[in-house]
C-alpha cells in the first residue's frame, strides 16, 4: 500500500542499481522535504538514479515531478534532508561551487527555453561562449554538429518564434548538449507534442544518449515516452518515490498503484486527490 507513502521498492536487480545502493552516485536524493507555505511537495524524497542510463519520473500532475528536478539542479533548497550531486551536497557548498556543479547539467525545459532574440545558432552557440574560451571557429564546428544531429542544420538562422514547438525541443536539446553535460535533465519534453513527434523526440533522446552516453533524467506523463526510452523508472507519488526500479520490473509489477498509473485506469488506490 503506497497509501502514505510510507514504502519504497528499489526493485533493480542489476549492479548499476546495485552501486547506486552503495551511496556512490552521481545524483542522490536523501530524505528530502520541501513545502511552500501550507503545501507540502515533497515528503521525504528518497532516490538515487542509476548512472549512465536514463531513468523516467512517472507520476501524476502536481505530485512534485518539477520541484524534484529543481533540487537536483539546485535552483531549490530543501526545507530538510540532502541532495548530492557528484559527490557534493549541493548546499553545503559555496555558491561558486554550485554554480560550476551546475554547469555539469544539461537541461531540457518544457518549452525549450530559448532567448527569443537569438537565432537558433547563436542559441545553441551561447553557452560555449559564455563559459568557455574557444574560438568562433571551434564553436561553429561544436554548434554544427549539434544541430545536424538533431535535424536543424537548415533551419540555424532561424528565430524561436519562427519554428514549431518540437523544433524548439530539438533545439535547446542541442543548446542541452554543447557543454558535453555528465548529466542530462529532461522536464516534460513531449509536453505540446503531437504522437507521432513525441515518439520522433523520444527516438531522439535514446540516440543521444547512446551518442554521448551520460546520466539522463526524463519527466513526463506519457507512458509511451517512458516504454520508449527508460532504463529504469522511478514513480512519484505524493512526494515520495513510491518505486524505483528497471523498465522491465515497472511495466510488469504487481503493484497495485503501479499498474494503475501504468495503465491510466481510473479504479484503484490512486485517487484525484
Ligand atoms: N515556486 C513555487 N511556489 C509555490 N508552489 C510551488 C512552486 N513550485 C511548485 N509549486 C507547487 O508544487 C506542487 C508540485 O508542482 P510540480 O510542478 O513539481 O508538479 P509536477 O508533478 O511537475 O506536475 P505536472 O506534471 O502537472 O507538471 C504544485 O502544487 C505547485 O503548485
Not at 60 to 65: D, E, F, H
Not at 94 to 102: D, G, K, Q
Not at 115 to 132: C, E, I, Q, W
Not at 144 to 158: F, I, R, Y
Amino acid at each position: 500500500m503506497y497509501s502514505d507513502g510510507s514504502s519504497t521498492t528499489h526493485t533493480g536487480a542489476s549492479g548499476v542499481l546495485e552501486g547506486s545502493r552503495r551511496g556512490d552516485s552521481t545524483i542522490q536524493v536523501n530524505d528530502v522535504h520541501k513545502a511552500f507555505g501550507a503545501s507540502k511537495v515533497l515528503n521525504g524524497l528518497t532516490v538515487e538514479f542509476a548512472d549512465d542510463a536514463i531513468t523516467t519520473v512517472l507520476g501524476p500532475s502536481g505530485t512534485g515531478k518539477s520541484v524534484l528536478l529543481k533540487h537536483i539542479v539546485g535552483l531549490l533548497e530543501p526545507d530538510a534532508g540532502a541532495v548530492r550531486v557528484f559527490g557534493q551536497n549541493l548546499w553545503r557548498v559555496s555558491e561558486t561551487e554550485r554554480f560550476a556543479l551546475r554547469k555539469r547539467f544539461g537541461v531540457l525545459f518544457q518549452d525549450g527555453a530559448l532567448f527569443g532574440s537569438m537565432n537558433l545558432y547563436d542559441n545553441v552557440a551561447f553557452p560555449l561562449r559564455k563559459h568557455t574560451d574557444k574560438t568562433e571557429d571551434e564553436i561553429r564546428d561544436i554548434v554544427m554538429s549539434h544541430l545536424k544531429e538533431v535535424g536543424l542544420e537548415q533551419a540555424l538562422d532561424k528565430a524561436p518564434n519562427e519554428i514549431s514547438g518540437g523544433m524548439r525541443k530539438r533545439a535547446g536539446f542541442a543548446r542541452a548538449l554543447v557543454m558535453r553535460p555528465d548529466v542530462v535533465l529532461f522536464d516534460e519534453p513531449d509536453s505540446g507534442l503531437d504522437p507521432v513527434r513525441t515518439k520522433l523526440l523520444s527516438q531522439l533522446i535514446l540516440e543521444m544518449h547512446r551518442e554521448h552516453g551520460g546520466t539522463y533524467i526524463v519527466i513526463t506523463h506519457d507512458i509511451p515516452t517512458a516504454r520508449t526510452v527508460s532504463d529504469y523508472i522511478g514513480v512519484l507519488w505524493k512526494g515520495r518515490m513510491v518505486h524505483y526500479g528497471t523498465a522491465d520490473e515497472t511495466f510488469g509489477s504487481e503493484d497495485p498503484f503501479v499498474r494503475q498509473f501504468l495503465a491510466g485506469d481510473a479504479v484503484g488506490p490512486l485517487g484525484m486527490d
